[in-house]
């Protein structure tokens, strides 16, 4: 059962121009929307993580979008860089549980310098 | 401090073998979670230990166990394998049960021939 559907599955991105990669949800429960960072042979790393209550978190170039009405939310990357090409994959762990994670299928960008 | 352990780091086994995967979690993190990830169904959630006890399972047949160890450290075990278990492991740590950061290890690549 897919929980977490992400789109798109890949991104191609000039240098400089902004990547927006989408997550939608649909267990209410969730109430903890972080986004992990992929590069080729290693694990997902954190890159930036959003709670309901707020709408817009920011981290540098990096922008979560949160719309609790519509059940989505977004990954923003400005000023986008060929260093930022990796893997992005949104998740959605319970509250109780943040082991027991459901990610999204993840995707896969790419900067062209 | 050192992040999160993986060994082996590449595994070749064949149909019918079984296969031991460890992971040591960061130092002073007592959750450890296990994630399969293949390109084909994204990373998908095989079970959570904490406190040496199995807190939450996913999906996956009995042939995926695992356990933890009163230094936290973690080991999964598939038996019988089979082709479809080609795919990368990986493990991830936490303090705690809560709405916590979790930190990935590099993965354990397996190859079932």
């Known amino acids: 059962q897919q929980q977490v559907k992400q789109s798109p599955q890949s991104l191609i991105v000039q240098k400089g121009g902004i990547s927006i990669i989408n997550c939608a949800y649909e267990?209410?429960?969730?109430?903890?929307f972080p986004w992990y960072q992929q590069f080729p042979g290693k694990g997902p790393a954190l890159l930036i993580a959003?709670?309901?209550?707020?709408s817009e978190k920011k981290e540098g170039r990096f922008t979560i979008s949160f719309n609790k009405s519509a059940k989505q939310f977004s990954l923003h990357i400005m000023d986008s860089q060929p260093g930022d090409s990796a893997t992005y994959f949104c998740?959605?762990?319970?509250?109780?549980?943040?082991?027991?994670?459901?990610f999204g299928d993840g995707t896969t960008l790419t900067v062209k310098p | 401090k050192a992040g999160v352990t993986q060994t082996p780091r590449y595994l070749i086994k064949t149909r019918g073998q079984q296969v031991t995967l460890s992971c040591s979690p960061i130092?002073?993190?007592?959750?450890v979670s296990w994630y399969q990830q293949t390109p084909g169904q994204g990373l998908q959630f095989l079970f959570e230990?904490?406190?040496?006890?199995?807190?939450n399972k996913g999906n996956f047949p009995g042939r995926f166990s695992g356990r933890q160890f009163s230094n936290s450290r973690s080991e999964m075990n598939v038996s019988t394998l089979e082709l479809g278990d080609s795919a990368l492991y990986l493990c991830?740590?936490?303090?705690?049960?809560?709405?916590?950061?979790?930190?990935f290890g590099p993965g354990t690549r397996l190859l079932v021939l």
């Open positions: 991830a740590s936490s303090k705690g049960l809560g709405r916590e950061t979790q930190y």
């Open positions: 267990n209410t429960a969730f109430d903890y």
């Open positions: 959003i709670r309901p209550d707020v």
């Open positions: 998740a959605a762990p319970k509250y109780t549980n943040a082991g027991k994670s459901t």
């Open positions: 130092s002073g993190h007592r959750s």
């Open positions: 230990y904490f406190s040496e006890t199995q807190r």
